[in-house]
């Protein structure tokens, strides 16, 4: 009788310990890696943990900055009259555990009133910083998981104020936002590059 082991079924052996490392890794990234390092949390056992909080550590101090400020931020259920200025509408798939990120550019105590909603849920941050002192100085006036938002906005210091937006499904979710006020300009972030846009009337 030959002592041989058999070839066949040392590689499926082999092969399975492989796949069974690879499945072993990739839990590892969804449940532990990915809240830490992008705040993406599929199994929800990242927040529970608190490692969401690692991805954006400086989110808690940016809206204690803005919770200081009084009138910046009116919630609306619905969209106001426009305000004197320009108008704007915006519509952007957000490809699943993709980000994007909408900024316009305001003087100080220039005003907007705004309404976005999405066919989803999305994780928000609507947030600002100053032309001068850049985001070290960012303030949040909301941070939350919603899928719209309405209301009017008057600029604490002339800067950069919008919005960052998160899917963290695992379906595309389409956002659409109108803006109106006195707004000199507009750029967009895709967590890649940051590109200057043309601001566009509604249709």
Known sequence: MSNQANPGASG????????????????????????????????????????????????????ARGAKRQGVLTPLETIADPEPGVSDHWTYEIQPYGEIELKYKLEKDAPITFAWSADGPLN?????????????????????????QAGRYVAAFS?????????????????????????????????RSEQDRELTPKP
């Open 124 to 148: 928000m941050d609507m947030h600002a910083h100053p032309f001068d002192g850049g985001e070290a100085l960012t303030e949040s006036y909301a941070i939350t998981e919603t899928d719209h």
């Open 159 to 191: 800067g950069i104020h919008g919005w960052h937006w998160q899917n963290r499904g695992l379906t595309p979710v389409t956002l659409t936002l109108d803006a109106s006020g006195k707004i000199s300009g507009s750029q967009v972030l895709d967590g």
């Open 12 to 63: 499926r052996k082999k092969a399975l310990l492989i796949g069974g490392g690879a499945v072993v890794v990739a839990a590892i990234a969804v449940i532990f890696v990915l809240p830490a390092e992008t705040g993406i949390d599929p199994t929800g056992l990242g927040e529970q943990s608190g490692l969401t909080q690692m991805a954006n550590p400086s989110a808690a101090e940016n809206l």
